[in-house]
């Protein structure tokens, strides 16, 4: 019996050490092979799909954009819709995988710099430089610069200019004899005020975005930030030690106990239907919240609605935060370079602006001078597009270079622990710049 | 002298003759080549899944890794003094652990008299059994996200019945507020994964021999001598291995922290795998995140190995 294993044993061995060789042999080349874009794919096909990644809040103008494209070209659009937090992840993956499932890549913004340096965005400067089509000058500064710039190049184009407004119910407002707040110590004032006289009724003065993901809690600080600062803000590094940076912090502390409960809790998905129930008497918002609120079969306060610029700080300006603004990119490895080039131009141009800004539930705001001040978008949202042109060609963006995911993370962290009580407005500054530095 | 042959049934033949070793015949190397051909999908598959993965996360652990650009740069064990050197990571896992023991413990003690009684009180309840499992049978995102509004302060199932009490009279923050929202997320855990404690639980105690419960009933045991012992020493070894089966599950909780806190309030609920997909996946530093599996799995191994050697103890007690 002994003998009946030591023989085997040896040739087992040898043989499972042959096995292992090949085994892993066979995978460093499947790696290798998964890893490294297809040379041969990457732009210079002819496929007739072109294949599109969006993020779901973006999920109607994507389906408006498919439509409109194959009418006009009588090509195919294939649109993967993905979570809007998962997007960034996802473009880089399909790159970094060699899976180079997409053509054209939908991001938020302030992944330019992260994903144009993990080679998830191909560098069309020349292109855009170029086409006069594209009519780059017609783009809002701010917004094109934002979206688009990394390291001098340009990886994308704008097609959603989101910012943030201030909303406000007109009823609960007349009932508490209150006006829309013009600096942010009104907006306390106010949001106290009928939080005090109705909070027993279930209304409260405002819903402040404080869920600890960035359109939330990260907008909220922007927009104070925006509005707060004398000057624009640095998309590098913005100095979180400075003056502005602190009433900011301080101001989104101030207002969190008088708040639809509790901020922590409460993201745009929780806020927006007590809004609309008429549940809050006012709250900062993306310009689209005009259509909602005017939608009769999801809104209690149709026409009962109105809408300023975002309050102003002592020093401050009126302004706001380009808050989870969207551009469009080209894969490096699209298959179909040049018709992914013609979608992205499409997308980003100003027809296909001004119809997505003027159809409820694109979820779309305007990136032109020129649709921003058309009549078109004047006579669909008269009310929003007035406040929109005061403060849109003023939006100051948040971080964008390709450490700006870590960025972001650690603020939202340290905002999160300052309304939880657990640091104070400039510990929750001094942490996030010491944190930001060594990044 | 004769010759000495193996009869193991299906093994190719050896012979072993005057105490010389012969060496194999031609059709046993090639049955054993065989053996290891069809062997090796297996040998592949392992490498596969798990060899290739641990050894892709060592490597970034010892690299300047993003998730667009892995492997920039050799940094040694830089990234480890950071991690290990950072309170806040620290704090990560001792999170990790104040969730899974007590969702475990109690997800077992709850298991364990539920099967208990439904081995005495249900002895045909399949009805009761399937209703039991549906919590299990609910996909953990959904779970999230009923749980989520049930607990919301405005509108919220447990909010409206407390507000027709005079027990509150501002909205309770379950999930906004600290030691409650790591609390209530435990409460949700529990709900979801006893019914799998009693599964297993149930299923051993039908294995318990009945004739030692006949010789107890004989000798006039009462209900509580009966259990402390005869029922519980036997179940014992079950017990334990269900245990180790759900902090195992526990330390591995994601889903319900992404859609009930996102880590919140502040970082209360901030735990290990919570916090590994934020660093890889939202702030894309996969080296930190590697460093980050490491401390992780580390920790794990250090709870479960003493469980685990607890158990085999026991195990060979009875045996």
Not at chain 1, 194 to 207: L, P, Q, R, S
Request: hydrophobic letters at 45%; glycine letters at 8%.
């Amino acid at each position: 019996m002994k003998m009946q294993r030591s023989i085997p044993g040896e040739r087992g061995k040898a043989i499972a050490r042959a096995s292992a060789i090949t085994a892993v042999a066979a995978l460093s080349i499947g790696s290798l092979v998964g890893c490294t874009p297809s040379s041969d794919g990457s732009g210079g096909g002819t496929s007739d799909t072109l294949k599109v990644l969006i993020a779901q809040p973006q999920e109607g103008a994507g389906q408006i954009l498919k439509e409109e494209f194959e009418k006009k070209t009588g090509k195919t659009v294939d649109v993967t819709v993905v979570p809007y937090d998962q997007i960034q992840t996802k473009a880089l993956l399909d790159v970094q995988s060699g899976t180079n499932q997409f053509d054209v890549i939908q991001y938020w913004y302030t992944s330019v710099g992260a994903l144009a340096d993990g080679g998830a965005l191909q560098d069309i400067t020349d292109y855009v430089d170029s086409d006069e089509e594209i009519d780059k000058a017609d783009f809002l500064t701010n917004i094109f610069d934002a979206y688009t710039q990394y390291d001098g190049k340009t990886y994308g184009l704008p097609i959603d200019g989101d910012a943030h407004v201030l909303f406000y119910n007109k009823e609960i407002f007349e009932r508490n004899g209150v006006e829309p707040p013009a600096t942010w110590s009104e907006y306390l004032q106010v949001e106290k005020t009928i939080t005090e006289n109705e909070k027993e009724d279930g209304v409260y003065g405002a819903a402040e975005l404080g869920a600890k993901n960035a359109f939330n809690i990260g907008s909220t600080f922007f927009n104070r930030l925006a509005t707060f600062s004398d000057g624009p803000i640095d998309s590098e590094m913005p100095d979180l030690t400075s003056d502005a940076a602190l009433d900011a912090a301080q101001a989104m502390l101030d207002a969190a106990p008088y708040a639809l409960p509790s901020p922590l809790e409460i993201g745009f998905e929780q806020a927006l239907p007590q809004f609309l129930a008429g549940n809050v008497g006012m709250m900062e918002f993306w310009t689209d919240l005009g259509t909602f609120a005017q939608d009769p079969s999801q809104s209690k306060i149709v026409d009962k609605w109105g809408v300023v610029p975002l309050p102003v700080g002592p020093e401050g300006r009126i302004a706001t935060a380009l808050d989870a603004g969207w551009a469009i990119g080209i894969s490096p490895s699209a298959s179909n370079e040049e018709l992914a080039k013609d979608f992205i131009k499409f997308a980003s141009s100003p027809e296909m602006n001004e119809q997505l800004i003027t159809t409820t539930g694109s979820g779309v705001d305007p990136i032109r001078t020129s649709t921003l001040e058309g009549e078109a978008y004047k006579a669909f949202a008269p009310e929003v597009s007035e406040v929109a042109a005061q403060v849109l060609p003023n939006a100051q963006p948040w971080p964008t270079s390709p450490d700006a995911p870590e960025m972001i993370s650690a603020l939202n962290d340290n905002l999160a622990l300052m309304l939880q009580g657990n640091l104070t407005p400039q510990e929750a500054m001094q942490k996030t710049q010491e944190a930001w530095e060594a990044i | 002298m004769a010759n000495v042959t193996s009869e193991r049934p299906g093994a190719a033949r050896v012979t072993r003759s005057s105490g010389r070793r012969s060496s194999p015949s031609g059709s046993f190397r090639a049955g054993r080549r065989l053996g290891w051909l069809m062997l090796a999908p297996v040998v592949i598959a392992v490498l596969v899944i798990a060899a290739y993965p641990l050894v892709y996360t060592l490597a970034a652990s010892f690299s300047e890794s993003t998730l667009g650009r892995p492997f920039q740069e050799w940094i040694g064990f830089d990234g480890f003094v950071e991690v290990f050197t950072d309170p806040a990571q620290f704090a990560t896992l001792w999170r990790s652990l104040v969730f899974a023991i007590p969702s475990a413990t109690l997800a077992l003690v709850v298991g364990f008299f539920v099967a208990l009684s439904l081995d005495v009180a249900v002895k045909s309840g399949k009805v009761v059994r399937v209703l039991l499992l549906l919590p299990l049978m609910t996909p953990p995102v959904m779970a999230g996200v009923i749980w989520k509004l049930m607990y919301a302060p405005t509108g919220g199932l447990f909010n409206n019945l407390l507000n027709g009490t005079t027990l509150v009279t501002e909205p309770v923050l379950f999930l906004g507020t600290s030691p409650s929202a790591m609390i209530s997320l435990i409460v949700v855990d529990v709900w979801q994964w006893a019914p799998f404690c009693v599964l297993l639980i149930y299923a051993a105690l039908q294995t318990l021999p009945t004739e030692v419960y006949e010789a107890a009933q004989i000798d006039g045991a009462g209900v509580f001598r009966t259990f402390g012992s005869i029922t519980f020493p036997l179940i014992q070894v079950s017990l334990i291995t269900v245990f180790l089966l759900k902090v195992v599950l526990s330390f591995k909780v994601f889903d319900l922290v992404f859609i009930m806190t996102a880590g919140g309030p502040g970082l209360d609920t901030t735990v290990a795998s919570f916090s590994i997909y934020k660093t890889a996946l939202q702030e894309f530093n996969l080296g930190t995140a590697a460093v980050q599996t490491i401390a992780f799995l580390v920790l794990v191994t250090i709870v479960i190995t003493p469980i685990s050697i607890y158990r085999s103890r026991l195990q060979k007690s009875e045996g």
